[in-house]
């Protein structure tokens, strides 16, 4: 029986995801990850399901219509998730950040469908609700990513010497989104609302991130204790860290 090759692209995402989800058992990580793990159910869930029905049929597009808004918000609980994990000792910076990343998810909306009516002049697309569902997707995935790079530049400055498994998470996830808004874009750009080679590239490096990421998280054990600072440079920024916590407390009490 041949099985046509979008539908082996989704089984083989269903599997990684799958893999990457026992790999946090198995590490002990998923209690202490809970939306992490959630995500990753949900994502081989949800392909292994829509993997079951031909792209072109209904009961392919009711699937993909309700694992859509269940992948974007177990995607922003991730980045919560990633955000209590990183700034566990900071509730200041840590609310702070949570604000911005709603901010950043409703600016990138705002803009996209205000660009979009301006900028777009097709009927087809125009007319289609699933056109302006695919716009909100890469806008809500665009927002996601920026706020993790955001991250990522965050911690480059300052000396947290968070786990490892911290920092693989955060690239990981910032790429997936970067990729998963790239392929979204393309669809509501294609005539159809779906490019089949961008989609499968996009699986593929999917794919790809999520094995590479299996394999680079290691075990975490409960209590981690924090280095000691090597010179006078990191003792500086970790005091910016603790005034900008304090500030950014005060102004969340007001």
């Known amino acids: ?71 974007l918000l177990a995607e922003i609980a991730v980045v919560r998730e990633i955000f209590e994990v990183t700034m566990s000792d900071y509730p200041g910076i840590r609310s702070a950040a949570n604000r911005s990343m709603y901010g950043a998810m409703a600016f990138s909306v705002i803009v996209s469908f205000t660009l979009t009516a301006f900028l777009r002049s097709d009927p087809l697309n125009h007319q289609s609700n699933l056109y302006y569902i695919l716009q909100f997707e890469r806008s809500v995935q665009s927002g996601l990513a920026i706020v993790v790079v955001s991250l990522l530049l ?72 924090r280095p000691a600072l090597e010179n006078g440079r990191e003792q500086e920024l970790l005091m910016q860290l603790e005034s900008l916590n304090r500030i950014l407390s005060q102004a969340g009490r007001q």
């Open 1 to 71: 029986m041949n099985i046509p090759p979008e539908q082996f692209f989704m089984e083989l995402q269903a599997v990684a995801a799958a893999l990457a989800a026992l790999r946090l058992l198995q590490l002990g990580l998923a209690r202490r990850q809970p939306a992490l793990f959630c995500f990753l159910i949900i994502t081989a869930a949800g392909h292994f399901f829509l993997s079951l029905s031909a792209m072109n049929s209904s009961r392919y597009f009711w699937g993909y219509m309700t694992f859509l808004p269940v992948g």
């Open 154 to 225: 965050f911690l480059s400055r300052y000396p947290l010497r968070l786990h490892r498994n911290i920092y693989v998470s955060s690239f990981f996830f910032c790429a997936v989104f970067l990729i998963e808004a790239a392929d979204s874009q393309v669809a509501a750009l294609s005539p159809h609302l779906y490019s089949r080679q961008i989609d499968t590239a996009a699986v593929l490096l999917s794919c790809v991130l999520c094995v590479g990421w299996t394999a680079m998280l290691r075990p975490q054990s409960p209590v981690t204790e």
